[in-house]
Structures are given as C-alpha cells and as structure tokens.
C-alpha cells in the first residue's frame, strides 16, 4: 500500500515539475493592439498617427474631362495648331487625373506644426505638328523621346502621362517655407467662379512656387504678409533681346518679338499683402517686386548687356459673402497694375502669345492673324531695358439654384502696353525684316483681352460634380495692314499675304469631379 502511494505522489510530482516548465515556455502575454483614433483638434478627415501625437489627414480627387476647340485643357485656341484652325487643330482635348494630398499637424508649445503635399498623376491626350515635308508628329510623343518624323506610333511611345507637384511646405510659428501659393495671389486664385484656367487679371500660382513667407495674425481677421519667392517663369514675362538677327518673320508670325534672354536669378520676388477676412467677405491688398535681369546682347559675354531694370505690381481683391440673391451666393472681384512684371496679371495659366488665324476679304490675301506677345521688358543692342506696362480686372457672380445647382457668370479683361521707348525698339526690329513686313501700315505691338464665360455645376451627391465651362475670348491687336512671312511648317501654313486682324475664340470645358 505505502508503494502504491509513494508511485501516485511521485506521479503528480513529476506531472507538476513538468507544467511548470512547459508555462515557463510560453511566450508572454501580446501588448495590446493600438488602434487608429480620430484626431478632433483640426476637422474631420484627421487621424492620429498610431505611436505619436500627429495627426494625419489624407485627401485629393479624380477628375476626368474634356476640352473642345484648344489643344490644352488650360486655355483657349490662341497659337501654335490650335490657333491655325486647319487640319492639325484638335476638336477635343481630354484628360483623366488623380490629386493626391498629405496634410501633417503637430502641436507644440511653439503652435501647430504642419507640412502639406500635393501631386498630381495625369493623362492628357496630345496634338499633331506639322514636319513641313507632308506629315506630322505626335507632341506627347515627342516630349516622351517618341518617334521621329511622321506620326506613326508604332516608330515610339505615345504616352501623355505627367507627374506633378503642387505643393511641398512646412509652416511653422507664422512662417511657410516651400512650394505653395504665392502671397500675391487671392483666395481663388484663378478662379473668381470658374473652371476655365486661362484668365487674364490677376496673379495665378496655382501649382506654387517656392517661397520663404512669415505672416502675422492680428486678430479679427486681419493679417499681414511678406514673402521672398522664387523667380521663376511662373512670375517672369520674356525680357525680349530685339537684337539684329534675333527678331524674324516666322517668329513674329507666331506671336513672339525677338528671344527671351534672362540671365540667371540674382534676386527673388518680394511679396507682401495684407488681409481682412471677416463674416461679410474679404479684401486684400498685395504688392510684388521683380528684378529684371538680362544676359547678354550677344552670344559671347564680350558683347555687353543692359542694366538690371526692377519692375513691380499692386493688386486689389474683394470678396463679398452671402449677397442677398440667395443663401450662399457670393462675387469676388480684383484688378492689378503691373509695370516690368506683367504675369501678375497675365498669370501662369494664361496665354503669353497669341498667333489666332482667321478669315480674310483683302484681295491677295490667303487669310487673317492676330498678334500678341506679352513681354516684362524689351531691349536691343546697346539699350537699356524698356519695361512693359499692364492693368487688368477679372471676377465673377456665383448664384446658388438649390443645394445641388449653381451657376457663375465671369468675365475678366487686361491691357498691355509697350510704351513709347518699347514700341519704338519692336517697330525698329520689325522694320528691319524687309518684304516679311513691309505691307504693316500701323505698327502698335499693344494689344487688349476681353474674356466673358458661364458656367453650370450639378451635384448630385457630397463631393461628386459634373460641370460645364464656356469661354469667350477676344484679342484687340493694334498691329493694321498685312505681312508676308514664309512658310510655318509646323502649323502647315504657306508662305502667302496674312492680314494683320482683331480675332475671338470659344473654348468649352466639361468635366466631373470626385472629391475624397
């Protein structure tokens, strides 16, 4: 009996001895799985990052649509294919793309730190040129290191597809540092209560540019800003060269006088404005100064160059909310001067030369073109620089149908003046093209742009709108009498007599839009 128990405890002490080392073994108990939270501080859409305290919001779009009668979604048919009005002329234009955002925030005891990021990915049909021999080749290809010569897609890629980046900034204790909107521009931007990205009127960055700005909050809406941005061709004109050799036929027949001949950056843009954003609306006030930086009257340093010349720019915004035509309802309005600096009113977006072929009924003739360059400076051997002035105006009335309707109506206008010291240089190199030009019986490089649209959205749904986009332009040239160039090759235009003619365009944009 004493054996039988002595086998049964020494059974159970072995049993036991054994669990406890196979729970000795046992991996110890998982921490506890932290979930995203919502980060409430900033809006809807943020989260938190799990394991810090930043909060992260993602957004962007999907956008699909299609433009009639230009060979861009941005503008009109004022030059290149699309202002010949020939075969080579798009119809249509379409594009598909996807916006993508970041947006970072973290508080300190300094304030919110934040960075933001924005790219686009896009698709964009192309257009034909002409090679001059009887046939063609693709744009897009050619930008993509396509084919060469005649339009056969099977020589090369024909891919239209671009990345962009919009934004990439940090702002921190009242202070931005990157690629964001310039401090010139207003809260619309381009965009008074359109879709249409050409017009002309005011300051435009929409895709940014880089910039180190500080802006003060004093509190009832008011603030005050000062930036130093990045020179650019988003805020630079061409700084014409109307050297001998430099200014031809074909050129000017294209809408161009002379070559742009910028030097390298020396100084960027100075920028400041101020801001009063209250219940009622909104006025701004922004100012801008550009240095104006030539290289050289010749190939070789050794042939001279102009002085730096600086020009400038003062532009008046006002918004006003909740009109009494209906809940919502608002008109936005603005108007800038520029002297030496013109795309502050002939924005980034905005057409910077027009060559608009037309119909003709002087005998001789082959058919009609208006000219137009918009230009900071001109110059020529020996001279200094002749700056360029411009004022314009655009803005818009947006009225509320109901929830789901909404219409604007917009319109925007800009003038553009070379001055006596200006016109006399681009006379002088024109007059110097013999027979090309010989029949212009009025030069006057000055020109005017009046633009009037309308634009219907509809939505249906939260963040889903489908919308439609018609423009009206008109160039008011002041060139008169006739030119001779010889052939444009890439818009398949003949040597022949060209009157020199006011002309107009109407550009349609549709489109649908999925915001998330």
Same mark, same amino acid.
């Given at each position: ?26 991996p ?6 932290? %979930? ?6 900033y809006?809807?859409?943020?989260f ?9 919001k ?27 009005? =020939?075969?080579l002329? =798009?119809? %249509? ?6 916006d ?8 300190t ?12 990915f ?9 090679n ?5 080749? %693709? ?14 897609? $099977?020589?090369?890629?024909? $891919? ?19 690629k964001? *909107? ?39 809406? *008011? ?5 130093a941005?990045?020179?650019?061709? %988003? ?8 050297s ?26 100075f ?12 006025? !701004?006030?922004?100012?801008a100064? !550009?240095?104006n ?11 001279g160059?102009?002085?730096d010349?600086?020009g ?14 209906g ?6 309005v ?7 600096a ?10 910077? $030369? ?46 509320n ?5 909404n ?5 925007a206008?800009? !003038? ?10 681009v ?40 919308s ?8 008011? !040239? ?22 020199l003619?006011?002309? =107009?365009? *109407?550009?349609l944009?549709?489109?649908?839009q999925?915001?998330?």
């Open positions: 009996m004493k054996m039988v128990k002595s086998l049964i405890l020494g059974s159970a002490a072995g049993l036991l001895a054994m669990s406890g080392a196979q729970a000795a073994d046992l110890l108990k998982a921490k506890a799985v932290e %979930y995203v939270r919502i980060c409430s501080l809006g809807a859409g943020f938190y990052i799990p394991g810090t305290d930043t909060c992260i993602l957004g962007g779009y999907l956008r699909v649509e299609t433009a009639f009668n230009t060979t861009s979604v941005y503008s009109g048919a004022y030059g290149t294919q699309q202002g010949a009005q =020939n075969r002329s =798009n119809y %249509y234009t379409a594009r598909s793309r996807e993508l955002n970041i947006d970072t925030r973290t508080a005891e300094y304030g919110v730190v934040r960075t933001f990021f924005d790219s686009t896009s698709w964009t049909s192309g257009s034909y040129a002409g001059g021999t009887g046939g063609t080749f %693709y744009s897009a290809a050619a930008q993509s290191g396509g084919f060469g010569g005649v339009g056969n897609p $099977s020589d090369g890629g024909t $891919s239209g597809g671009s990345l962009g980046v919009y934004y990439a900034f940090i702002q921190f204790a009242g202070f931005t540092m990157g964001a *909107v310039s401090q010139f521009d207003t809260p619309w931007q381009n965009y008074p209560g359109n879709n249409f990205d050409g017009l002309v009127g005011g300051g435009g960055t929409v895709t940014g540019i880089n910039q180190f700005s500080y802006t003060a909050e004093f509190g009832n809406g *008011v603030s005050a800003s000062v930036s941005e990045d020179q650019t061709t %988003y805020d630079q004109a061409t700084l014409a060269n109307l001998a050799g430099l200014v031809t036929g074909t050129g000017f027949a294209g809408g161009s006088y002379g070559v742009n001949d910028r030097g390298g950056s020396r100084s960027p843009n920028v400041g404005k101020v801001v009063v954003d209250q219940a009622w609306g909104l006025a !701004q006030l922004s100012v100064a !550009q240095d930086h030539a290289a050289y009257y010749g190939g070789p340093e050794t042939t160059h102009p002085g010349k600086w400038w720019a003062v532009q008046g915004a006002l918004s006003i909310k909740n009109i009494p035509t809940p919502g309802d608002t008109l936005n603005q108007a800038v001067y520029t002297d030496g013109s795309r502050y009113n002939f924005q980034n977006l905005a057409p910077q $030369s027009f060559a608009m072929f037309g119909g003709t009924n002087v005998p001789g003739a082959y058919q009609s073109v208006g000219l137009a360059a918009v230009s900071d400076g001109v110059f020529a051997t020996g001279t200094g620089i002749s700056t360029v002035q411009t004022w314009g105006m655009r803005g818009a009335y947006t009225h149908w109901s929830p789901y309707w219409t604007a109506i917009y319109g206008y800009a !003038q553009l003046k070379y001055g006596n010291g200006g016109t006399a240089l006379c002088a190199a024109l007059a110097g093209l013999g027979a090309a030009t010989a029949g212009i019986t009025t030069c006057n490089p000055d020109f005017n742009v009046g633009q009037i649209g309308l634009i219907t959205r509809w939505t249906p749904v939260k963040n889903l709108t489908f439609a986009d018609v423009t009206y332009t008109n160039l008011d !040239q002041k060139f008169a009498g006739t030119i001779a160039p010889t052939a444009l090759a890439g818009i398949a235009k003949p040597a022949a007599v060209y009157e003619k006011d002309q =107009n365009t *109407v550009s944009l549709l489109r649908a999925r915001n998330w």
